[in-house]
């Protein structure tokens, strides 16, 4: 080797140094705006993360691993589960992925406050998700994509296939306001929509062979994300493929918004679910898979 050669080698090292140290720092999470308040006697810290709005609920003794449950949409919604497993040492985590309906842009938002909470939080590796109504296109696109990252899944009348709601091809009666929304979001025309292969309810088997449970509550009188189109075919796809599903219908109480909104009968039920398949922590580095 020449010796003129030394200078550009010497160049070119620095250079990949340089934009290593550049891509460090992209990487690194900008936190901006934290603040506190009361939640249902619990502490929630409110921050941005990368400019997107997000939260943290903290437990008042947290369980040795940081076993977490991760809301997607609605996070206000039903919330005994969540206070019932915030008292056990769970900690509640959201972030605000509003309106982009689980498309790609959604997950890498996901994908960010992972690596955040679980970086440079110590939380648990293995979340619980859960999703209510359209949040089950985030909760079942981020587990298909990372299946070994989730401890389980609680679904609430789950949107599974967006043909049903919100383009309203089906039973539902559809959002048209939604459906133009969720084209936009996933950059599709209503074609490539229709078309789509890879809904919640498609591609199951990498969670299937995770072994992820998933747990359901439904209601049969649901008009908006109905049950036959979208959670029996979901957990059907989903025990032929071997994985562990329950559904419970929820048939007492008023039933609001089309059948959509019930009430949740015995939340206990699905906070031990929760609580025993994220209890005790479990690393990903002792998984077999």
Not at 84 to 96: D, P, Q, S, T
Not at 145 to 164: G, L, N, Q, T
Not at 207 to 235: M, W
Request: with cysteine; hydrophobic share 40%; aromatic share 12%.
């Amino acid at each position: 080797m020449s010796r003129r050669s030394y200078p550009v080698i010497k160049g070119f090292c620095l250079l990949l140094i340089c934009l290593g140290c550049i891509y460090q720092a992209a990487a690194q999470p900008v936190i901006t705006g934290e603040k506190q308040s009361a939640w249902h006697q619990f502490t929630r810290t409110e921050f941005k993360l990368n400019g997107i709005p997000a939260w943290i609920i903290t437990p008042r003794k947290p369980l040795p691993g940081k076993p977490w449950v991760w809301r997607a949409h609605f996070p206000n919604w039903h919330t005994q589960v969540d206070s019932m497993l915030l008292g056990k040492g769970f900690y509640v985590a959201y972030i605000n992925a509003n309106n982009l309906y689980g498309c790609p842009k959604a997950l890498s938002v996901w994908d960010d406050f992972y690596r955040y909470l679980t970086g440079e939080k110590g939380f648990a590796a293995k979340v619980a998700l859960e999703g209510v109504s359209r949040g089950g296109l985030y909760v079942y696109g981020w587990a298909k994509r990372h299946p070994e990252k989730v401890s389980c899944i609680y679904a609430e009348a789950p949107v599974c296939d967006f043909k049903s709601w919100p383009a309203g091809k089906g039973k539902s009666k559809g959002s048209a306001n939604d459906w133009k929304k969720l084209l936009q979001a996933y950059g599709f025309t209503e074609e490539q929509a229709l078309n789509y292969t890879n809904q919640p309810k498609d591609n199951l088997e990498a969670l299937a062979a995770y072994k992820v449970p998933v747990l359901h509550a439904i209601s049969l009188t649901d008009s908006i994300v109905p049950y036959a189109e979208n959670t029996a075919v979901l957990i059907n796809n989903y025990i032929q493929k071997g994985g562990p599903a329950t559904v419970i219908p929820m048939t007492t109480g008023k039933r609001e918004l089309d059948g959509h909104h019930f009430p949740i009968e015995n939340p206990e039920v699905i906070a031990g679910f929760i609580y025993r398949n994220s209890v005790p922590v479990v690393s990903l580095s002792r998984e077999t898979h």
